[in-house]
């Protein structure tokens, strides 16, 4: 796993949700976390900004889990490279 | 008990046609509205599809020197009271001691966006004198009523999405306390400007490629504009001049969510539904056909579904329900000027538009949602819905005459 992009999740979340980041986990699922949908876009537009990236939409579906984000990230990451 | 309102006169601007026969026909024959957005748009925007108004020339209906005054939005509200006035055949003197309330989510978002790319952009130091008339979300209600000679009271309801809804049950209130006696209401919005597109864009909620309300394969709003103007009366007015009466304008019906900004709220969209047919005085069983707001949304349109299962009950089934805005896109503050609008004319014409682009119900999307072909039926009375972000619901009544 990318540290920054872990880094920049956390972050995300932890600012969105105003809680500590050591709290978030990688199994943490985002229902745990009290992550709606608005909270969602906001954490993704954090994160876009933060790494320069384009979210598409439809990545946003089927999220569960702070790993499912990672992981998402983390593919858009490397076909950008 | 308060004497009934009538439907005298329709008027509508949108991306179905520059006028209501033209809206009309799309409608029954099923055609989008939504075509690809301008290239001059910048490329940086991800959306690419709208429900403009199409081959749309100011200069032929404006003279130039009145087009710098009027913002769009004011451009759409005055074309369609023109045409409903004239539809109902009302004169000056008639209307005078009228009201004009007309809906708008976004206000004169088409001045405010130019007057900030030649502040913050263009680094210009003076603006044009008229910017404050033209851009302030009551211009086009004022404009209207300098065009109709309405002296009464006029102004704007703001609700989001459900403007339109409002603006017409204010029109219903003020002319069953007697205060008016005729009335021009609807709603207007232009939102096809590159800030208001950003802003929409950034909620995720618009759809890539098309409008595909209560379908599983539903992925967003496809956004409108234009106006519609629809004229109201006592019934005895309108007998009295002997206006020909589209239908019964029989009630109306509000609530608020007090819930989420952006998610709906099932309960507080059937207590919408709910009010207005006890306003209306009618029962769930005489609803033969429901205008829904219907945005395609995901959140919607389950939400929606299960709102008018609540309100109705068994009755839910025996619905004959469409979304229009798969047709003409999601108008905000115009979109239930354009449902009412639609819904009259299904009632006089007996014929229910459809909801286009339906392809496989989607999950928790169970009534009857008239897919794809209008539908040929007797409609003694109906419902149009709309529900705004923020939890603002408002719901309207027609009924056969």
Known sequence: MNQRIYATVVKAISNQKRIDAA??????????LGISSLDAITIMYEIEDALNLE?????????????????????LVQSKA | MAGKVVITGLGTITPLGLNTSGFWQSLVAGRSGATRLPEQLPADLKVRIGA??????????????DISLLDRLSQFALIAAREAVADAGLSRDELRDGAVIIGTGCGGKETDERVYQMLYREQKHRLHPLTIPRGMPSAAASQVSMASGVTGPVFTVSSACASANHALIQALLLIRSGL????????????FTYG????WEALRVLSPDGCRPFSNDRNGLVLGEGAGVIVLESEGHAKRRSATIYAEFCGGGMSADAGHITDPSTAGAAAAISRALQDARLNPEEIDYLNAHGTGT??????????????FGAHADGIAISSTKSMHGHALGAAGAFEMIATILAIKH??????????????????DYIPNQSREMKIRAALSNSFAFGGLNAVVAVRAC
């Open chain 2, 180 to 191: 008016v006696e005729v009335a021009l209401a609807g709603g207007t919005d232009a939102p």
């Open chain 2, 350 to 367: 007996g014929v229910a538009p459809a909801t286009i682009n339906f392809n496989e119900p989607g999950s928790g999307c169970d009534l």
């Open chain 2, 298 to 311: 995901q959140a919607n349109d389950i939400s929606e579904t299960r709102a008018i299962r609540l309100a």
């Open chain 2, 196 to 199: 208001l597109l950003k802003a």
């Open chain 2, 52 to 65: 403009q108004v199409q081959e749309y020339e100011p200069l032929r209906f404006f003279s130039p020197n």
């Open chain 1, 55 to 75: 979210i598409p939409n439809e990545a946003l579906e089927n999220l569960n889990s702070v790993k499912d984000i990672l992981d998402g990230i983390s593919s």
């Open chain 1, 23 to 32: 709290s978030i986990s990688q199994d943490s699922t985002l229902e745990s």
